[in-house]
């Protein structure tokens, strides 16, 4: 992957980043307590948000805290909608996130979105932006977190910002990201961009598949230490030897195997339905 300073710079801005393993089946490490997992179907599948309320999940918005103070969040049809008609906060809406209750590994995640047409300050302008952020480690919780994003932007849906994480980017091989193994000898991480307090990577997804109109299909395939981002059925990214840095020692870094799944408010009113997971 080809990417300057200037350019990775850049796009962190552009996309507000500078400034964001299945209830357990998936692991015996899971921390958090939470409701009884809904039962699987035959495929393997069960969903992760149960198209009725917030059970198994947590909101977090930057200025508000944890509490959905002014209707960012909207339950109905089977969707969660966010930032939608029933928002009654201010022009500038807080960036946030939902987050799961658990930490999940070896998994394969699947979700439909769906773009309104509301935006909200400071990016009236911009990309309507929102993202998944995975292998997030349970703690306190705070504006972009130590994560990886799988990016959910027009035209950009795919892309991979590892956050305070790292990751080392498929060879492409004429538009074929190498997946399930890469090319032997591909050792080199992304470059990482200081951005003011944590490192960030920005890996482009090999070819644009969204649409800006009507439901997208997003899945993401987390394995081991690697992972491949699938937009409307096609891998469009595909990340080897993940890693994140040591708590005890920043300087440092450890495998990434694990972690919570998180969904963005970002200044953009989406939609999220059919949210299942199953364990690898």
Do not use: C
Request: glycine letters at 10%; a neutral charge.
């Amino acid at each position: 992957m080809k990417t300057t300073r200037r350019g990775a710079l850049t796009r962190l801005a552009a996309t507000g980043v500078a400034t964001v393993a299945l209830p357990h089946v998936a692991s015996a490490a899971s921390r958090a307590p939470a409701a009884a997992p809904a039962r699987a179907a035959a495929d393997g599948w069960q969903p992760l948000f149960n198209g009725r309320d917030m059970a198994g999940w947590t909101f977090f918005q930057d200025g508000v805290g944890q509490q959905d103070r002014d209707g960012v969040v909207d339950v109905h049809d089977g969707m969660l909608h966010l930032l939608g008609p029933r928002y009654r906060g201010p022009a500038k809406a807080g960036m946030g996130y939902l987050a799961t209750d658990r930490e999940y590994e070896n998994y394969h995640l699947s979700l439909e979105y769906q773009w309104g047409t509301r935006r909200y300050e400071p990016r009236t302008l911009w990309k309507r932006d929102s993202g998944i952020l995975y292998h997030n480690p349970t703690g306190r919780e705070l504006l972009w977190p130590d994560s990886i994003e799988y990016q959910i932007m027009e035209r950009n849906t795919g892309d991979a910002l590892p956050i305070n994480h790292r990751a080392i980017p498929a060879i492409s091989q004429g538009g074929l990201p190498g997946w399930p193994e890469d090319l032997p000898g591909n050792t080199q991480y992304a470059p990482q961009v200081d951005a003011g307090g944590s490192l960030r990577q920005w890996i482009r997804a090999d070819g644009s598949f969204d649409t800006l109109e009507g439901w997208n299909t997003v899945e993401l395939i987390a394995q081991g230490d690697k992972a491949a981002h699938i937009v409307n059925g096609r891998i469009v990214t595909a990340l080897y030897g993940l890693q994140r840095q040591d708590p005890a020692d920043r300087s440092r870094y450890i495998p990434l195997t694990r972690g919570r799944i998180l969904l963005q408010i970002e200044a953009a009113e989406i939609m999220f339905r059919n949210v299942k997971i199953r364990q690898l």
